[in-house]
């Protein structure tokens, strides 16, 4: 008698390589949603990650997880030791089919008006921390919540393997672009040290040397003639010359 349930050994183990991390599941999170895709965008201090589902219509958003900025590089760790584990198992994850009809790449806001997104999915789910585990077909997901007094997994994904590479991807090039925009933003900030304007100079000090008298005008002579000066007494006039 044949089963079309995958073995225990196909099923990803989302403890599988950190069994000392425990975290708990709650129950409208434990079935968990299969993504067919993913779109990763970077905010001022978190990166906000939609798992889609593109099978039949209409597309949707599926799961929208909150990772801050410092979390992230941990999770591209883990995804990316998972993915060298999973190809020393089962060799190289087949690659996605690809879209022969999309002559261009569309934009985000296309992209959107394309996609429903549920309210109870809108505002996303916060997850500090990620439990990451494979089969032979798929990676399991747990993203957690880990604050006091014990953790608990926000948001259950699961990803065919040959999504995975190119979701790995997709999570670099959004550390990239931040990192990037931190450089360019301090580079910025920092002003070169330069000479003062040209055209500017020193002011100097009007009060004359200590050793040095004040400058003197010098009076002028009362013989002396102003030029161009004019007699007081009127002229008369010239007789023509004939």
């Keep these: 008698m044949s089963s079309d349930s995958p073995s225990p050994a196909d099923r990803p183990d989302p403890n599988e390589g950190n069994?000392?991390?425990?975290?708990?599941?709650?129950?409208?999170?434990?079935?968990?949603?299969?993504?067919?895709?993913?779109?990763?965008?970077?905010?001022?201090?978190?990166?906000?990650?939609?798992?889609l589902q593109t099978i039949g219509r209409p597309h949707r958003v599926a799961r929208r997880v909150i990772v801050p900025h410092p979390v992230m590089p941990q999770f591209i760790d883990a995804l990316n030791t998972n993915l060298d584990l999973y190809k020393s198992r089962f060799g190289e994850p087949p690659p996605p089919p690809q879209n022969q009809n999309q002559d261009r790449r569309p934009t985000p806001q296309e992209i959107y008006d394309d996609l429903k997104l549920p309210d109870e999915v809108l505002s996303g789910v916060y997850?500090?921390?990620?439990?990451?585990?494979?089969?032979?077909?798929?990676?399991?997901?747990?993203?957690?919540?880990?604050?006091?007094?014990?953790?608990?997994?926000s948001a259950r994904v699961f990803v065919s393997a040959g999504q995975v590479p190119r979701l790995l991807e997709s999570l670099k090039s959004a550390v990239r672009q931040l990192e990037q925009r931190q450089r360019s933003t301090a580079t910025a900030s920092v002003e070169p040290a330069g000479d003062p304007p040209a055209g500017i100079e020193p002011a100097s000090d009007p009060t004359p040397p200590k050793n040095e008298p004040p400058p003197t005008e010098t009076p002028p002579s009362k013989d002396?003639?102003?030029?161009?000066?004019?007699?007081?007494?009127?002229?008369?006039?010239?007789?023509?010359?004939?």
Excluded: K, W
């Design 19 to 51: 069994p000392a991390l425990r975290a708990r599941v709650p129950d409208h999170v434990a079935d968990g949603c299969f993504s067919t895709g993913a779109i990763v965008m970077t905010g001022p201090s978190e990166y906000v990650v939609d798992f």
């Design 127 to 153: 997850a500090n921390g990620v439990m990451i585990g494979h089969g032979a077909s798929e990676f399991g997901l747990d993203f957690l919540t880990s604050f006091f007094p014990q953790s608990a997994v």
């Design 224 to 242: 002396a003639e102003p030029p161009n000066a004019q007699d007081d007494e009127p002229r008369e006039p010239e007789e023509p010359t004939q």
